[in-house]
T-cell receptor
Framework: AQKVTQAQTEISVVEKEDVTLDCVYE???????LFWYKQPPSGELVFLIR??????QNEISGRYSWNFQKSTSSFNFTITASQVVDSAVYFC????????????FGQGTTLQVKP | GAVVSQHPSWVICKSGTSVKIECRSL??????MFWYRQFPKQSLMLMAT?????????EQGVEKDKFLINHASLTLSTLTVTSAHPEDSSFYIC????????????FGSGTRLTVV
């Protein structure tokens, strides 16, 4: 089965705190892709990162960093020094192999950053 | 960068009427369009996948006669909710992909449908 689990439904932090959003995925494919998207209150999906299954290097982009561990099927997302503007729903998604190209989304984690 | 324009951004309609939602790729050719539905505080659930010039492939449990998808050109895909009912009220969002195998997905801004 192909599945993405984001166990944290809601997280609330105070500005400047670091926060990690968890993502665990299930797939039998050896080739797959993982994504993170941000959905602010306006509703549009903002692309954050894409990672393929063969690249386990962690990535840092400004205050954002991602930890991909195939051994635990996890692709966690950390925001350092959080800001109020980071408040949104964050989705982790899995694109299995095959040509359909569809994305399987996790349930989403609502992050609230309080001033 | 790639842009997908989705209209309308919100719509209110009466039960029994039909509503059409459009997604246009503005600066690229969308060979594949994905249509998602999102209920409040829930995830995005794929409804159907459409390839230009072909019939859409619907996910299990999605009524193809109720949610009509047309992808007649490489820049336009439409979703028509026919005979809408209050339970169809949801956030509908499209996602376009330029070419098979290309990993980039561009999402529209979504349409909030309220059926009264």
């Amino acid at each position: 089965a192909q599945k993405v689990t984001q166990a944290q439904t809601e997280i609330s932090v105070v500005e400047k705190e670091d926060v990690t959003l968890d993502c665990v995925y299930e797939t039998r494919d050896t080739t797959y892709y993982l994504f993170w998207y941000k959905q602010p209150p306006s509703g549009e999906l903002v692309f954050l990162i894409r990672r393929n299954s063969f690249d386990e290097q962690n990535e840092i982009s400004g205050r954002y960093s991602w930890n991909f561990q195939k051994s635990t099927s996890s692709f966690n997302f950390t925001i350092t020094a959080s800001q109020v503007v980071d408040s949104a729903v964050y989705f982790c998604a899995l694109r299995p192999s095959g040509n359909t190209g569809k994305l399987i989304f996790g349930q989403g984690t609502t992050l609230q950053v309080k001033p | 960068g790639a842009v997908v324009s989705q209209h309308p951004s919100w719509v209110i309609c009466k039960s029994g009427t039909s509503v059409k939602i459009e997604c246009r790729s503005l600066d690229f050719q969308a060979t594949t369009m994905f249509w998602y539905r999102q209920f409040p505080k829930q995830s995005l659930m794929l409804m159907a996948t459409s390839n230009e010039g072909s019939k859409a492939t619907y996910e299990q449990g999605v009524e193809k006669d109720k949610f009509l998808i047309n992808h007649a050109s490489l820049t336009l895909s439409t979703l028509t909710v026919t005979s809408a009912h209050p339970e169809d009220s949801s956030f509908y969002i499209c996602s376009a992909r330029a070419t098979a195998g290309v990993l980039g997905y561009t999402f529209g801004s979504g349409t909030r449908l309220t059926v009264v």
